[in-house]
C-alpha cells in the first residue's frame, strides 16, 4: 500500500480511446510493446478520453515558450498483466546487471533488488482500490522533443532504476546539470498549468485524476478532499 491507495475511488466511466498520435512525438516502437509485453484490445497509446484535451493544452503551454517542441509520449495505457510483466523484467534486468543469478541469491539480496524495483514500478495489484496508475487509463510517461526533432537531455532515460530518476536530483548540481533540472522542470510546468500531477519519485510521470493525482492535490491543498475519477479499466 502507497498512502494514495487510501484516497477512494469513485468511477466516472469514461471511455479510453487513442492517443492522436500525429499531434505530439511519440516514442516508436513502443518500449514495452518490443520487449513482448501482453497488450490485450487497447493499444499503449491509449488514455482516458478528457485527458487528450489536458495533453494538447500542456503541449500548446509548452510551444507558447518554444514554438516547435512537442510533448514526446513514452507510455500510457498498461494493463495489469504488463505492470506485472514490467515488474519482472526489471527484476530480471537488476539481476544481470548486477551480475547475479537467481540461484545465487540470498534473500536479503532479493528483498533489496526488489526494493529497488518497486522504488520506480507500482505493484500490479488486481485489487480494485489499489489500481496501477497507468492501468486506470489516467498516467502518462512524458518527456519533449526540441525543433530538431531530438529528444531533449534530462539527465536521465525514462525508468532508470537509480536516484538521477528523483525529479530535483539535479537542481543544485553543475552548470550542465542545471540545464537538465530547467529542461525537468519546463516539462513540469506545463504538465501542471494543464492540471496533471507528477509522481514525486519520477521526472516523466504524470497523472490526472487517478489516486495519486487526487493525493497529490490533497497534499498541497489539505482542505481539499478530492476523490480519483478513474479506477481500473478491464
Ligand atoms: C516505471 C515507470 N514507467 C512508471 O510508470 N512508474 C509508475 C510508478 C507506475 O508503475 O505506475
Ligand atoms: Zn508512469
Not at 55 to 71: G, T, V
Not at 81 to 91: L, R
Not at 111 to 117: G, L, N, R, S
Request: glycine share 4%; proline share 8%; net charge negative.
Amino acid at each position: 500500500m502507497r498512502p494514495y491507495h487510501q484516497v477512494p475511488i469513485i468511477e466516472c466511466g469514461e471511455p479510453l480511446v487513442e492517443i492522436p498520435l500525429e499531434l505530439f512525438a511519440v516514442e516508436s516502437p513502443h518500449p514495452y510493446e518490443k520487449l513482448g509485453a501482453p497488450y490485450g484490445e487497447h493499444s499503449p497509446y491509449f488514455i482516458r478520453e478528457s485527458l487528450i484535451d489536458n495533453l494538447i493544452e500542456a503541449q500548446s503551454y509548452l510551444q507558447s515558450i518554444h514554438p516547435n517542441w512537442r510533448i514526446q509520449i513514452f507510455d500510457a495505457y498498461r494493463p495489469v498483466a504488463v505492470q506485472q510483466f514490467m515488474v519482472d523484467y526489471s527484476f530480471a534486468q537488476a539481476l544481470s546487471e548486477r551480475g547475479l543469478t537467481q540461484a545465487q541469491l540470498s534473500s536479503t539480496k532479493r528483498q533489496e533488488i526488489w526494493e529497488a524495483v518497486y522504488q520506480i514500478w507500482a505493484v500490479p495489484s488486481l485489487d480494485e482500490k489499489t489500481p496501477p496508475p497507468h492501468s486506470t487509463g489516467a498516467a502518462v510517461d512524458v518527456t519533449l522533443v526540441d525543433d530538431n526533432g531530438r529528444v531533449v537531455d534530462m539527465g536521465s532515460p525514462i525508468d532508470e532504476m537509480s536516484e538521477r530518476s528523483l525529479p530535483d536530483y539535479f537542481a543544485n548540481n553543475s552548470v550542465e546539470a542545471q540545464q537538465y533540472h530547467s529542461h525537468r522542470q519546463l516539462l513540469h510546468n506545463v504538465m501542471l498549468k494543464a492540471g496533471f500531477q507528477r509522481n514525486p519519485r519520477e521526472w516523466w510521470h504524470f497523472s490526472l485524476g487517478d489516486q495519486m493525482w487526487a493525493w497529490l492535490n490533497n497534499q498541497l491543498i489539505p482542505t481539499n478532499s478530492l476523490t480519483a475519477r478513474y479506477g481500473r479499466v478491464v
